[in-house]
């Protein structure tokens, strides 16, 4: 098994034996810790866990729709036979639907159907998040400019949280900004995370980062260095927890894996030549054991 599950896994426990359970917007409790942190080094390992299987091919798609698409056209994913943000489409009307928890009059949470109206153009999106952000503000091409030209500078930063845009967001961004730096040849990123649904989306968001970090690294001739995550508000849903448990368990009993390792396409030298097709064939996971599938219910 990787450093990642032990890690991983350690967070787990925590939420579980420490935690508070908490309301949400969604209508599903969940259990929450305020804060934890996690650090990565990418020369010592690549971080995927293998007490349950992580689907990589998925994982980057999302990661290039954001980064090196700029899309935030849930299309582009269901092309590929990625159904990742299917339940936040805005459909062809500019209507999102979703049954969800909201303050009453006396500021107790009740659940409701929420019926949101978005101009027409974002029909097929999920509105003004992620990719839309990225895209407005030349977010990653200034980053990749800095890194090549400026690898001194202390102002690497990308931020996916733009006042001006959260109320025509679907979902304002989860994971919402990363830091980045170079040092001795190595490039180097921390990324911040809101909110963290732990069994579901934790493990892609890390990989993810993972591989972009790798990505700008070697299309900018340095190493992958470290990265490390802060996250705000960990938490494992309450109809998630049993399969936690069977991962944890997994864990406990359940013989050892070689850690996996990254492979990325050596000749691929720009970032945006990375294929982003459904095969996604630039990017492999070698190595790459696991314990299998664990179903993990979304809240919306």
Known sequence: MSKFDVEYLKLCRKIL???????????????????????????????????????????????????QAQSNDVRWLQERNVHIWDEWEIDENGLWT???????????????????????????????????????????????????????????????????????????????????????????????QRSCDVPLGLPFNITQYAVLLNM???????????????????HIYVNQIEGIKEQINRMDTLGDFEAPELWLNPEVEDFYDYDNSKECKDVKVLKYKNHGKINFKISQ
């Open 17 to 67: 034996t420490e935690g508070v359970e908490v309301e949400n917007r969604t209508g599903t409790n969940s259990i929450k810790i305020p804060s934890y942190h996690f650090e990565f080094d990418l020369q010592e390992e690549f971080p995927i866990l293998t007490t349950k299987k992580v689907f990589i091919r998925q994982a980057v798609l999302e990661m290039l729709w954001i980064y």
């Open 216 to 234: 700008l690294a070697k299309t900018n001739g340095l190493e992958p260095g470290t990265l490390n995550w802060s996250i705000k508000d960990a």
């Open 98 to 192: 979703a049954t969800q928890m909201e303050p009453d009059e006396n500021g107790k949470l009740v659940k409701k159907i929420k019926v949101r109206q978005f101009d027409k153009k974002y029909a097929h999106t999920i509105g003004t998040a992620y990719g839309y952000i990225v895209d407005k503000f030349n977010l990653i091409d200034n980053l990749i400019d800095k890194i090549k030209n400026n690898p001194t500078d202390r102002r690497m930063i990308i931020s996916l949280w733009q006042n001006d845009y959260l109320k025509t967001a679907v979902l304002p961004s989860c994971v919402w900004s990363s830091e980045w730096d170079v040092t001795n040849g190595k490039l180097n990123a921390w990324v911040h």
